[in-house]
Each structure stands twice: as structure tokens, then as C-alpha cells.
DNA sequence: TATGAATGAGTATTCATTCAT
DNA sequence: CATGAATGAATACTCATTCAT
């Protein structure tokens, strides 16, 4: 068999490797993630996994980098034609509900404040020339906003980052309690931007 | 005589197991945390450990609950004679400057979402009757607020909360995020508050 | 306090405790006896027991012991009045009868050959100057059946022995085999008489 | 080739935890079993131990199982042209002799009423369809001597538990009592025969 | 008399990892 | 490529026992 073929098929397996960690990590919690358990929901064994990756935390760490990837390109892009606190109500308000669909993705994934994974996803503490994904958005939403004259003038980077931040935290919380209604989690949040939008404005 | 000495030597001793609990939690995340290396740390062996604490279980909860204790005591009490709003701000920033000098402390304890401690601290699902003491402050001084005029009519207990976990988020990210300096913390603590007086404002 | 008061009060513990080994025993079987559960279920801590028996194999024969004897007293004595084999068949099914109606005991006490405990309840291995309590009385209903000439002449030691381990026989499996129903018990006895006393017949 | 002798290989270690597990269980009792008891006698550590074996519990089950197996199959077949009552007689004789000569092994596997193996050797709760092979053959050949007029008529299946239980206490007790002399039990042995048969004769 | 503290030895079990094959 | 064997180091937990008080 040819060198690309198994080249090919090696890195296939690598994938699913990830793939077969992810779903232990979201079905059954992250500490049940052992290298036997992954290898064994394959249908192989342990040592498998060391020709893929070096130790048990690698594996790890992609994984969890990976989930949580997916996680973010689930966030529905927003259809065009919206005023900018429309484009900012919608976008946040399609991650959550779309978050809040499988929670236990964010408590795995995005709450885990694993190390290695934590300084990839920085929000708060980038440069403006290096901006996370996240944020990107917000701050071009803002800023439209000001020139258009809804929002009042302000610096747009730190706007955009308490902006993010104070919906990262409703969403948090949205998350950890798991006994908000589903009226009181729509109050919540439409509560959250008014107050946030007005707070904005110009 | 004997009896009391001996009943104080005893509750020393558990405060003592749960100190050194708190520090390894601290010191070495809550992975780090076993009926032997609490022991150990003490120079004793494991099996005392179960004189005092049912099982790790209750170790680990014990620990963690009085971790938080801890730091929620740490929020420096607001003098009198503030506006309502500067009321907010103050007690805020007073917490989170204490949160960020022992900032490990808040990872590893208002991180933890470890499930028994978990459910007493919810701050979104409480009923009114049974607020939770975080919360309890911020609907108090919002009422007072609105009384005033300062600001605006709205459903206070909803409010709060949104208040309350938009700093939330911001304490969270200024905790998990080591790299922003303190002119930009600064500068997003007051901007949050600025947003959010405003956004609730009459 | 008077010496002999005192001696009284310990002679009384002892026996408390044996009781409650007894009762440990009993109901959650033999392994459930630790020092510390027999001390706790009288509300006492473990080092109490050392005062009363040098080990815990000391307090575990002395239990066994004593549960063992009780479990025989209960066997029912029988009237007068009968005919030899009537007061052969008789005095077994009551025992039977009453045995059966604490199975468990009889599993943990008769059923555990607990070393020390054995050589106290030979039943074949005695001299004929020493025989069994349980014994004696098969031995002597024998001798009278033979007198009577209602058995044939034989050796009423040797006949007495097997009759006993014949019984002993079908009792043990009587009481470890829980899925045997009344009528069949019944049948199962009633024909092992029949089989025995027209064996032992003239 | 390499697969096939791996897997002797294997089915041959399994083998020998299982022979150790055994040999543990004669010489030092059942509750010196232990995962690593088992494993040091072999040389290895314990872990290995649950590569061939789920727990403790399945070794033990196991260990038990094939133990009381062996044994059993120590019975002496028995040979042609016999009476009946030779025949049980002869067959009974044999398979006690062969057990005293082994008598801890019985004291550990035939009285060690392990919940699991116990329901696999019932012989009173059978049905008719499911007789257990020790019993099956006393069956057959108290038939045959209802059939052959040497013994009365009776029912058979109940007549032949009754033989068996009453041979099993005999053979209990001579277990459990060392200090019968060959020539007392011979006696006992034939003295039980001889009223037992006698009991079933026409 | 009775206790609390403390321990050492032991239990079953899990896991990451290595290595020869 | 993949495995089975094997291990060392953990883990939580239990228990009998001792000793000072």
C-alpha cells in the first residue's frame, strides 16, 4: 500500500481518536476520559493511542481544543439587514439558545479552564491586531452603530469587551444553574441587552 | 477540664485537615486533592482522615464550601452615604480588587463547579423569599435607586441578577485572563459600570 | 463503689456485647462483625472491647459460642407419653420446625465450623462417657425402643450417631436451600423418618 | 502461529490464576484470597489479575466453581453387575473415601456456602427435568430396584433425596470431626447403609 | 471505665505507560 | 498497525490494635 494511503488513513484514525475522546468527554464527563476508555469505545486497545499521540495529556488537550472549536462554529451567522443592536440581540441570543442545547458541551468544554486551552481564548487581553474570532464581530457591530448614530461614541475595543463579557457571564450562569425556567432564561437575556443597549446608546 | 480540651483539641484539628485541604486546592488545583496527600502534607497518615470527615466526599465539599466562605468575607463592607450607583460601583470594585490579589483562590473556588457546592450558590434560580446573601445587596441598593429616581422603574429582582452576572462574567474573565494589566482592568471595570448605571438609569 | 458491684457491672457488659456480636452476627452475617460495629452498636467506641476479650477471635468464638447454645436450647422439649420412633419423629421436627423459622441463625452459628468452635460440638468423635447433649437423648429413646423390642437390637451408640447425621444431613440442606416449599419439606421429613425408623426397626 | 500461542498462552495463565486462587483457598482458608494474595504467590503484581478476570468477585466464583468441579470428578465410577443397594452402597463408599483423603478440599468448596455456587448444586429444589447430576444416578438405581422388587415401591425422586441428604450428613460430620478413626467411620459408614437400605427394602 | 488519636497493614480497584512481539 | 502482558504508582477505604489520658 502506498506511503500517502496510509499516511492518509493515519491521520484519519488520529481523527477519530478526537472524535471518540469528545464524546466521552460530553457524555460522560471529562475526568471519565482515560486512555483505555477512548481506545476501548473503538474497538481497540490502550497502547494504540501512543502511536498518535504522545501521552494521555495531548490527547487531551486536542480534544478538548477541538470541542470546543465546534462548539463556536455553531453560533448561527445573523441574516443581513438587521440594525446593529438588532445584529448584536440576535447573534448573542442564537448562541445561547443554540448553547443551551447541549449544555453539558459548555460545561465540558468551554468551562474547562484547561491550561493549555485558556491562553487560546483570550478575550480579554489580546491585541487589537490579533483579535479572538469572538470578538471580532462585536467590535464591527459597534462600530457601525456609532457611525450610524445609534450607539454614542466611545472606545469600541473595550466597549466590545465588557459587552462580551457581561453576556459570557448570563451565559455562564445559564449554563451552571440548570433550574431557569425557560420564560425567566428569555427575561434574563432580553433584560440583559436592554439594559446593555441602552446603556449604549447614543 | 479534660472533656473541653480535648473537644477543642478535636476541632482544631478538622479546621487544621481543612486548611491544609484549602491550601493543596489551592496550590496544586483539585485534582491534587487526596485523603492521602492532605494526610501527608500534616504529617500523618490517611486513615485519620476518616476520624473527622465521613469520606473524601465530604472532605472535598467541607473544603470547598469554607474556600468560598472565605472569599466571600473578603468583600470589603461599603461605607455610608453613597448614591445608590456609586454604591454599586463601589461595593463591586472593592470585591474584585480583593478577588484579584488571591486570584487562584477564585479559580479553584467559585470555579469549582463542583455540584454540591454548586447548588447553594445559585443566584439566577433563587425565589424571592430565599435570595441568595450576593444578591440580596444589589436588589437593596437598586430599590433604593429606583425610590430615589436615580433610576429607572423596572423589575428590580430581574435587574440584579442581570447585574449581578454581568460582572459576573467580567470577574470571571479578569480571573481566568492573567495578562491584563491593571490600567486595562481599570479601564474595563469602570466602563462596565458606566455602561450598565446608564443602562438602567431613569 | 463496692468491688463486687463493680465485678457485677463488667460481668454484665460482657455479656451485653456478646449480645450484641450476636445480633451482628445475626442479622447482617458473620463478616459484618468488625470490633468497631459491635462497639458502635451499642454506643460505645472500639478500644471498650479490649477491656473484655483479648482479640477479636476471642469475642468472635465466645459469640459463636454462645449463639450456637442458645440456637439448641430451643429445641423443643418433647411430651410424654409416646411411643419411642413417635418421640424420635417428634423431637426432630420441632427442631427442625423451630430452626427453620431463623434459617439465618442457623447459617451463621451451626453452619459456621469456626475452628475452635468445632471440637466443642463432636458429635461422632465422642467417648461414649462424654457424649453430646444433643446426642444423649436419641441415644436413650433408642435404648428404650429397643427394650420395648419396638427396634431391633444393635448398637445404639453407632445407630444413634447416623440417625443424628442422617437428620443433620437433610437440616443442612433444608436451610441452605431456600426454595423449598412447605409441602415439600414436609414430605422430605416425613419420608426420611419413615425410611429411618423402618431401618432401625425389629 | 504467534495468535494461537498467545492465546494458549493466555488460556494457560487464566488456568494457573485459577490453580493458585485454589491452592490459596486449601492451605490458608477462603478469606485469605486475595487479588494480590493470588498474584504474589505467582510472581506477579495484582493488577495483573484483572487482565483475566473482571474482579475479585468472578475469580473467586471461579476458583470456587472449578475447585468443586475437580472434586466430583474424583467419584469413583463404579462397576457393572452390581445389586442396587451394592450399587449405591459401592458408589457412596467410593466418593466418601475419596473425599477424606482430600478432606480440607471439601471443607472449602463443598461446605463454603458461596451464594453463587450454592444455586448451581441444589439437590432438594430441583425439578424432575432438572435433576442435578448427583442426584440423577442414585435415581437410576433406586429404579431399578423398585423395578427389580428388591426395593418397595415408593416415590422414587423424594426416596432418593433423602438417601442423598442423609449420606451428605454423614459425610459433613466426618469431615468436620478429625478425630474419627478409620475404623469408627467404616462402621459408621456401613451401619448408615445398612439402616438406610433396610428402610427401603420391600 | 472509657475514649480519642493514631497507625500499619491490608483491601479492591484504576490508570498511564512500556515493551516485546 | 496493533496487541497482550505486565507493572508501578496511585486511589479510597476498612480494620484491628495500641496508647496516653
Given at each position: 500500500m502506498s506511503n500517502a494511503r496510509q499516511r492518509r488513513h493515519s491521520e484519519e484514525l488520529r481523527g477519530r481518536i478526537l472524535e471518540n475522546a469528545q464524546e466521552i468527554i460530553l457524555e460522560e464527563g471529562i475526568e471519565a476520559l482515560s486512555v483505555r476508555s477512548v481506545a476501548g469505545k473503538m474497538?481497540?486497545?490502550?497502547?494504540?493511542i501512543y502511536h498518535y499521540f504522545r501521552d494521555k495529556n495531548e490527547l487531551l488537550s486536542c480534544a478538548i481544543r477541538e470541542g470546543y472549536r465546534k462548539i463556536l462554529a455553531c453560533a448561527a451567522p445573523v441574516e443581513a439587514g438587521l440594525t446593529p443592536d438588532q445584529e448584536l440581540r440576535v447573534s448573542f441570543k442564537n448562541f445561547i439558545d443554540a448553547a443551551l442545547q447541549v449544555p453539558h458541551a459548555y460545561k465540558s468544554?468551554?468551562?474547562?479552564?484547561h491550561s493549555e486551552l485558556l491562553a487560546e481564548n483570550f478575550?480579554?487581553?489580546?491585541?487589537e491586531s490579533d483579535e479572538s474570532q469572538t470578538l471580532a464581530k462585536v467590535i464591527s457591530t459597534l462600530t457601525a452603530g456609532v457611525e450610524a448614530g445609534v450607539f454614542a461614541p466611545c472606545d469600541v475595543q473595550l466597549t466590545a469587551k465588557i459587552f462580551w463579557s457581561s453576556m459570557f457571564g448570563l451565559f455562564v450562569r445559564l449554563i451552571v444553574?440548570?433550574?431557569?425556567?425557560q420564560d425567566e432564561r428569555e427575561a434574563l437575556i432580553e433584560r440583559q441587552f436592554e439594559v446593555l443597549i441602552k446603556g449604549i446608546s447614543a
Open positions: 474497538g481497540y486497545t490502550a497502547p494504540i468544554f468551554i468551562l474547562n479552564f478575550v480579554l487581553s489580546r491585541s444553574e440548570p433550574h431557569v425556567s
